[in-house]
């Protein structure tokens, strides 16, 4: 005689918080397992499963404009729709990010284009 899920939880959702107290102690002795390792292990399970996943967005930044610095301007302002004086503000306070959120193609782009110009470029 197997019992559902459904029926378990409908019965769960019917008691009193002191009851369903009760028989959270009543599994954690009758299992041998705590509830509050159980609630700490599950997010520290998504964590460690999070880095697996590739990354597909990624911040342009700046890092260093070199030694010249109005061709690397020139290139800041050819990657992004800054104008001259707000992309002579970016190189000038290196490092900053130049773009954020750009998907790796066109990042890895940017980052040739900024290094064939002198600036020392790095994708985070």
């Known amino acids: 005689m197997a019992v559902s899920k459904e029926e378990i939880l409908n019965t769960i959702s019917s008691m009193s918080v002191l009851e369903l107290s009760e028989l959270i102690k009543e599994m954690e002795t ?15 399970a998504a964590a460690a ?3 697996a996943e590739a ?3 990624f911040d342009v930044i700046l890092t260093a404009a070199g030694d010249n610095k109005v061709a690397v301007i020139k290139a800041v302002r050819a990657v ?3 104008g001259l004086k707000e992309a002579k503000d ?3 306070g290196a490092p900053q990010t130049v773009k954020e959120a750009v998907p790796k193609a066109d990042a890895e782009k940017m980052k040739k284009e900024l290094e064939a110009a002198g600036a020392k470029v790095e994708l985070k």
Not at 31 to 44: D, E, I, K, M, Q
């Open 49 to 51: 499963a999070a880095p």
């Open 30 to 44: 009758k299992f041998g397992v705590s509830a509050a390792a159980v609630a700490v292990a599950a997010p520290a």
């Open 90 to 92: 970016l190189v000038e």
């Open 80 to 82: 992004t729709t800054l």
């Open 55 to 57: 990354k597909d967005a």
